[in-house]
Structure formats: structure tokens, C-alpha cells
């Protein structure tokens, strides 16, 4: 569990508690935990990737991959899914700052979303794995 999102749950405990709210009520709606959550990495040659999750609304997951110091107009494959569900995929081309960006919604399953992404390099074969949850 990423620190944004244990910084999430903690503070929705604690609101909870505060407000006397059943925690059952939040787990027994089916949703993950309401916010937002980012994970770094790096890829196997040398970009950087990003994975940011954020809820859209009650039923939707917002998934934004960015992949940075990509070479300009390199084209990469880019694949999403959720909880070993895909739901995007695509060819991007990295603009001329050698940035590529996917984004796309899931639905937002009972429990947590693992969502996953990778990204290759058409040319190099090089892969960003990227993992969050929400």
C-alpha cells in the first residue's frame, strides 16, 4: 500500500470516527476508498513513468500513465487494466518534450483496484510496468 493511499484511508477513519459514521456503511457500499493516489518508477532503458488514479465519481476511476524522457515522436503501445481487466489500449507518439500521456476511466470495482500499465517502445522494446491501487 502506496503512502498517498494509506494516507487516504487514514484520514478517512479518522473522519469517520470523528463523525460517528458506521464503517461498515463505507465498505459495505462495494467502492474503493474515495481520492486519489500517484506511483514513480523507472522504465527498463531510461524513461521515468507516472500512474496516477483518482475517483471521477461514485463508479468511475480516472487512470492518467505518463511516461517522461522518451525520445520526440517515438511511438509506444500502451495497455490498462483493472483488476486483470483491460480497458484501454492504445499507440501514443511522445510529443516533442518526450512526454507520452494515456488517459482513460474503469469502472471502479468492490474492494480495492489494482490497476496496471505498461507501456513499450515500438522501436527500443523498451517497457514502463506501472502499478497503483485505489
Known sequence: MGNGRRLALAGLLAAAVV??????????HGQGVVGRVTEKGKCSISAKWKLS?????????????????????????????????????AIKTANDAGNVRARATTTDQAGIDTVKAKATNLATGEVCAAKASL
Open 53 to 89: 488514479l483518482r475517483t471521477e465519481d461514485p463508479n468511475l476511476i480516472r487512470a492518467t500513465l505518463e511516461v517522461d524522457e522518451a525520445a520526440p515522436g517515438s511511438k509506444w503501445s500502451v495497455i490498462m487494466s483493472d483488476n486483470g481487466t483491460r480497458f484501454f489500449k
Open 19 to 28: 463523525s460517528g459514521m458506521p464503517l461498515a456503511a463505507s465498505a459495505a
